[in-house]
C-alpha cells in the first residue's frame, strides 16, 4: 500500500507568465505558495489481472492502452508500467474546477505513488518536468507549468521559466514574522463557481502566439508586478502586497471576457468595502476562490458571509509532493 499527497496552491504574483506561449519568448516569473488542502493518490497491488482506477468514475481495465483517464494512462506508460494488477484511488480536499491547481497536484502525487512502487528516488524537479510533459506535451493541455512545480517543491516558492524550458525554484526570502502575518491574514472564500481552465487559458495562449500586442503587455506588466510583489514580501510590506494584488486582479480581468463576471465583481467590491486591502480571483478565471489580503478579518468574514460565500481556512504547505505511506 502506497499513499502519497501533494497540496494545492495559492499564487501571490506573476501568474500567467508561465505558458510556453509566454515564456519561450520573454521568460516568465511567478511567486506561489502551497497550502495544507491535497490531493491524495492510493496505489496497491492486487490478486486479479486488470488496473482498477477510482477517481470521479471507476474504471477496471486489462491494459493500459485501455485507461480512459488521460493523465492515469500517460502517466503508467510514461513510468513504463505495464503490469496490470494495480488499483489506484484518487481523493481530495477540495473539488476540481476551483482554481487551486489540482490538475497539476493530482498529476504529480500519480506521479510519486508510482515512483515509490517502483522503488525510484525522484527529486522535486524531475517530479515536476515530468508533470509538465504529461499535461503539456503529450495532452496538448494549453496550461502552464506552475500548479506541478509548486505541488512538487511545496512551500512559498520563487520561479523563473526560461524560453529553453529550464525551471529555475528558490523559497522566497520572507521572514517569520511577516510569513505568520501572511498566513493569518489571507482568506479564501469559495464562489461556488467550478470551471474548467481550458477556454481562457486557450485564448491567452492563441492571443500570445499571435503575438497580440494587448496580451502580451498585459503579461508583462502582470511579470513585473510578480517582482514587486517578491520585494514587498521580503522586505514585510504586506499593505503594498494587497494593493499589488489588487492591481493585478484589476489588470487580470482585461485578458479575458471570461475572466468574472457580475457577480465575482460584485462580492469582490463587497470585500474590498468591508476590510479587504486587495484581493484576487485564483487561478485562470471564471470561478473558484476569491483571495483577500485583510487585517480586519472579522469585519470581512462576516460581511462574505452575509453575501452568502464559505471560507476555507488554509495554512502554509512546506513539504511538497510527499509519501505518506509505503508499506
Known sequence: MIITRSPLRI????????????????????????IDKYVYITLHRTFVQELILKYSRLERVKS???????????????LGVTNPYLEITSMADIPAGTGLGSSGSFTTALLKALHAWQMNLVHPAQLAEQACDIEINRLGEPIGKQDQYIAAYGGITC???????????????????????????????????S?????????????TLAVDKSMVDNLHFVKDLGRQ???ALESGDLKEFARLMDIHWQRKKERSGGMSNMQINEWYDH???NGALGGKLIGAGGGGFLMFYAEEKTKLRHAMREKG???????????????VIQG
Open 195 to 207: 470551471r474548467t481552465a481550458a477556454s481562457i487559458l486557450k485564448e491567452q495562449k492563441t492571443k
Open 64 to 78: 493500459v492502452d485501455e485507461v480512459e483517464h488521460p493523465i492515469i494512462r500517460e502517466a503508467l506508460k510514461m
Open 11 to 34: 499564487s501571490l504574483g506573476g501568474g500567467g507568465t508561465d505558458l510556453p506561449s509566454y515564456y519561450e519568448n520573454h521568460s516568465g516569473f511567478l511567486i506561489a505558495a502551497a
Open 159 to 193: 520561479f523563473k521559466f526560461m524560453p529553453d524550458g529550464r525551471v529555475e525554484a528558490w523559497p522566497l526570502k520572507i521572514l517569520e514574522e511577516t510569513l505568520y502575518n501572511l498566513e493569518d491574514n489571507l482568506l479564501l472564500f469559495f464562489t461556488g463557481y
Open 309 to 323: 460565500l464559505t471560507e476555507v481556512r488554509f495554512r502554509f504547505d512546506f513539504e511538497g509532493t510527499k509519501i
Open 229 to 231: 510583489s517578491q520585494r
Open 271 to 273: 470585500a474590498m468595502a
